[in-house]
């Protein structure tokens, strides 16, 4: 699943790209998604992008005349912008045909994203943002907020850093890595997590994370004739996915369970 980095990433390629170009037709060959594909899109045809924003792991295209694009990629969604005359590719959905001679493309062969229009003004208390917690890379998300939330919480440490409502955009694979960097075992209760430990963890969610995005970006200058998966996971990773390998750190094995749903992965020795 495309994580915040990621997300970032692709904003950052198609801006360029969108901003202050003009949409000239809509295009949707598949509109079952997540969400049946808006409608509404076709009222943004003669209209330019402002520019692009990111909230979560929503894409958020403002558009003259108030209107906001909202793109959620879901599981397997990703965004390339190609020349109009490209073949469509099996699983391209929509396409965006721009004043440029080229097309914004969505792709996902899971459709579990979604294509939303919203009026902008009225964000603030849109359903699926207004109980977003703070972005963890800005000044919002520090020790003391995180340790207010979670002295009040009776859950492993790594639920309550990947729940939303707490702070967006840290999932399964960032997760684990920020815990590993802050030597905080993902079962610990996050109760139990002393205000120190807290200033710790959220520096390191936002080094794992601003590290990821600055990888990802790397490869921007491909993003034209990319195949719409541009860096993902290309940082060295510590501990995610390496169950029963040695740790980079120390060599014991690397601990693998399922918390939460999700797979788990950390050091006994390196995390306490």
Request: hydrophobic fraction near 35%.
């Amino acid at each position: 699943m495309p994580e915040l980095p990621e997300v970032e990433t692709t904003r950052l390629g198609v801006l360029p790209h969108l901003r202050g170009r003009a949409v000239l037709s809509v295009i949707v060959r598949r509109g079952d998604l997540r969400l049946p594909v808006d409608p509404g899109l076709e009222g943004l045809v003669g209209c330019r992008f402002i520019g692009v924003r990111r909230r979560s792991k929503y894409l958020l295209a403002d558009v003259e005349g108030g209107r906001t694009l909202l793109i959620h990629l879901g599981m397997s969604g990703s965004l390339r912008v190609v020349p109009e005359a490209d073949e469509w590719r099996k699983h391209d959905h929509v396409g965006l045909s721009l004043d440029t001679g080229r097309q914004l493309r969505y792709h996902d062969p899971r459709r579990f994203g979604m294509i939303l229009v919203h009026e902008t003004a009225m964000e603030v208390g849109h359903s699926l943002l207004q109980h977003l917690g703070p972005e963890p890379l800005e000044e919002e998300f520090s020790g003391v907020y995180l340790h207010s939330v979670v002295r009040r919480r009776r859950c492993p440490i790594k639920q309550a850093i990947m729940d939303a409502t707490v702070v967006v955009g840290v999932g399964n694979i960032y997760a684990s890595e920020a815990l590993f960097r802050a030597g905080i075992r993902p079962v610990t209760q996050a109760v139990r997590v002393s205000r120190a430990r807290c200033d710790l963890l959220v520096g390191s969610i936002k080094e794992v994370l601003a590290e990821a995005i600055s990888q990802g970006g790397t490869t921007l200058r491909d993003f034209l004739r990319s195949d719409g998966e541009p860096g993902y996971f290309r940082q060295r990773l510590m501990v995610y996915g390496r169950g029963g390998e040695p740790c980079r750190v120390c060599g014991e094995p690397i601990r693998q369970r399922v918390l939460g749903g999700r797979s788990t992965f950390w050091c006994r020795v390196c995390q306490s």
